[in-house]
């Protein structure tokens, strides 16, 4: 019995409770308003920051293509463009499989498996980013130019581009594989929370497996899923290093699925150890724009998980 | 009694201050990254002879400028020379510690390194899209008896803003008109086609990948096996050989003596040997220092690494200065003062 009580201990000595609550009250105040803090410091410095080059350029910083250091013309059209459809496409990539192994693994997959095959799926999460970065650049890159992009650029149109491994689509692979973890570990925590008799009663009106995940699990959690889906995306969307190395860095509008392209945060990382004047401005412009898509995605997504009960 | 005391003290304190010039036991540099290895290197070094240890943060030339500017370090590391002008206004003085080129690589079928050869004309017009075969008629002329490929041209630059950009674009501006017209010479600029790799290894690496490709390294990187790496046509009309000689030669005929502030670009000097794309790094300091002890660390350093520095930098791959220019330096070392003071006094002829 007595095993259980020293996690209460600090409750047989009444007179410094009235000292220590208090002090931890305002601790834990402290602590959680820190963060707010920081997080409106940090809007204001990106706005403050990229203030300069918003004002000079205006709404052509954010269609305009022209990204021109010498002549200080900055606008940001090739980037948010990239930055959104890569990590779309990542997405398109990673949704199926995270789905696949939650459900595998919630539904199908026998104990024994289950533990090691999640542990495995979390710990891709633990690479860091730039491994997965130089993976891309000198294994996965050569490989997908030789065997998938030089028989495909034959034939044109979206599947256009030089032929090296280093364009948009390579760069959404390795975002599918850095996402894919994540996205897997909040669907299998839903697919979890589904009371037992919900997927009990589906079987015994008769559902067959597919017809009861598909039916009647899957819309049971429907809104987590997309909320899901949303932290995914807004990971992918921030995502610097590894993309740097492979997306190919190249300002200009992408015109199709393998042609080199940039996102924000991989043209803030390349550009701004050398940058000053209207230069920086443009890229902590760049920065706060990738602020606002990221929080709107995630804002969106919380909305949707917090509407889910489980 | 305590009054004699007193005057000891004094006494003793005047004799220290009239030894003068004593380093301070740390001193704090940021900026460049490309010479950043060597400076570690010397530090390392100095520290052992001299116990003044010197920190270098490694931050990117333009954010090495900002921090001098800001005055939170001693010495700023630039490859890129600052304007004589922007000297004067910020009271700065700097002076050149080592020495790099900028090569132009190439992966085509059959082509061995330092086969191909192509002027700074040339260069830009493919670097513009303008010459998109590697078997255009331009080429060929240039190289007669080599078998060159009908494969299309792929661009490699850099992702990142660098000073090995920095020495590409200004290069290919000087010869190239259209070039500076249109693109003109920075960090990182407005690239008409091609690909960005992140850094020399990026570059190196794409161009390894595919087939047609060109780009531009440091030296250090176009040395490694089997690179092929492109000769270039100098001023004088001959194709050197880019290395330690060809990057010398071009410093060596370089006109530092009428290069005020030591403002000077290593490109395309006139020399029979001199590579076309060599440049030096810089190191940036305040004319008045505030601590006398400070500056004459700075300049100790450095002092060190002109006479005792050239064997590991070498071995880093960075070419050390001519000496001419190391004696130059050192007598232009006079106007770092510190209360009208020279904080450095020559003890090297």
Known sequence: ?310 | MLKKLIAIALLAGLAACSQGNKPASTVSGAGATFPAPVYLKWAEGYKGESKVSVNYNSVGSGAGVKQLLAKTVDFGASDKPMKPEDLEKNGLYQFPTVMGGVVPVVNIAGIHPGQLKLTGALLGDIFLGKITKWNDPAIVALNPGVNLPGTAITVVHRSDGSGTSFLFTTYLAAENAEWSSKVGASDAVNWPLGLGGKGNDGVAAFVKQTEGSIGYVEYAYAKKNGTAFVLLQNKAGQFPAPGADSFAAAAASADWANAPGNYILLLDQPGEQAWPITGATFILVYKDQKTAAKGTAVLQYFDWAYQNGDASAAELDYVPMPAAVKTMVRAQWSQVTSEGKPVYTSTNK
């Not at chain 1, 779309?88 to 192994?101: K, N, Q, R």
């Not at chain 1, 894919?180 to 009106?205: C, K, T």
Request: glycine share 8%; aromatic share 12%; net charge positive.
């Open chain 1, 1 to 310: 019995m007595s095993v259980t009580r020293p996690a209460v201990s600090t409750d047989q000595t009444p007179v410094r409770r009235d000292v220590v609550d208090p002090i931890f009250r305002y601790v834990a105040f402290f602590a959680a308003t820190l963060l707010l803090a920081v997080l409106g410091g940090l809007i204001v410095a990106l706005l403050i920051g990229g203030w300069p080059a918003l004002a000079k350029f205006g709404p052509s910083f954010f269609f305009s293509t022209t990204w021109d250091p010498v002549r200080e013309v900055f606008g940001a059209a090739g980037p948010i463009v990239g930055t959104v459809v890569s990590s779309f496409l990542a997405l398109a990539m990673a949704l199926p499989i995270a789905l696949g192994i939650a459900i595998f693994l919630t539904q199908f997959c026998p104990r024994a498996i289950a533990q090691p095959i999640a542990v495995m799926t979390e710990l891709l999460a633990g690479i860091p980013s730039i491994v997965y970065g130089m993976w891309g650049l000198f294994v996965f890159a050569p490989w997908f130019a030789k065997h998938i992009q030089t028989p495909l650029s034959a034939l044109g149109g979206i599947f256009a581009g030089v032929p090296n491994g280093a364009n948009i689509f390579t760069a959404s692979v390795i975002l599918a594989v850095m996402i894919l973890p994540y996205m897997a570990a909040v669907f299998r925590e839903l697919f979890r929370s589904i009371p037992p008799q919900v997927r009990e009663a589906a079987f015994g009106m008769g559902a067959t497996p597919f017809e009861a995940v598909t039916r009647v699990l899957v819309p049971y959690v429907q809104k987590g899923l997309v909320g899901a889906v949303m932290l995914g995306f807004g990971r992918a969307l921030g995502e610097t290093m590894a993309v740097t190395f492979i997306i190919g860095n190249s300002h200009a509008f992408p015109t199709s699925l393998f042609s080199s392209s940039s996102t924000l945060a991989s043209t803030i990382a390349n550009e701004f150890g050398e940058a000053s004047g209207m230069h920086a401005s443009a890229l902590i412009a760049l920065g706060l724009v990738l602020f606002l898509i990221t929080f709107a995605v995630l804002a969106v997504a919380r909305w949707l998980l917090s509407t889910q009960r489980y």
